[in-house]
């Protein structure tokens, strides 16, 4: 396994009046779709109206071989190998 996939890289997103410690809500787990290279759409599109319309927090959760999980030398969303 290539460095770059052995650390999993997430965002953590609370409400701004979200008190460490003291307060509990609920977190969702948002994993990536085929091609989604960041955390910026899935911000915008499912984690901010969680956060404003429910008390729901979340977790981005980047998968391997996308954004910065992804080995230098792949190109785009394609894997280097079969066994990737």
């Known amino acids: 396994v ?8 997430f965002q953590l997103v609370l409400s701004r009046d979200h008190r460490f410690g003291i307060d509990s809500i609920p977190i969702g787990i948002c994993y990536t779709g085929t091609g989604d290279h960041g955390f910026s759409r899935r911000r915008l599109f499912t984690v901010v109206p969680l956060i404003n319309q429910y008390p729901i927090g979340s977790i981005l959760l980047e998968n391997p071989y ?19």
């Open 66 to 84: 996308y954004g910065l999980r992804k080995p230098p030398d792949q190109s785009r969303s394609s894997l280097l190998y079969v066994t990737n």
């Open 2 to 9: 290539p460095s770059q996939v052995a650390t999993a890289h």
